[in-house]
């Protein structure tokens, strides 16, 4: 996990955005549009049999068009298929 916060600290520069987002729940006043990606992420993540249309209709409420919505599926996906196979094989991470 550490490794993941210091490469988000170096592509956010923000760090309220980036203890927010270790928040769980979310802060009340995070970002609506990023906090409906974000739980979208934990949800696809944590629970992917509960899924349901709801969860993409608050990603498209939020703005995010059919598009953006695929891709927020596929990087949220990806990440889960990396860290598993990472985890499974026992990779050990380099320390920069």
Known sequence: MQHHRRGLRRLLDDEALLTGLEADPLPEDF????????????????????????????????????????????????YAYVNRIADGLGVELESD
């Open 31 to 78: 970002p609506p549009r990023l906090g409906a990606m974000v739980n979208y992420a934990l949800k696809l993540t944590r629970d992917p049999a509960s899924m349901e249309r709801k969860d993409v209709q608050a990603l498209e409420d939020a703005g995010f068009d059919h598009g953006a919505v695929l891709a927020i599926a596929e990087v949220t996906a990806y």
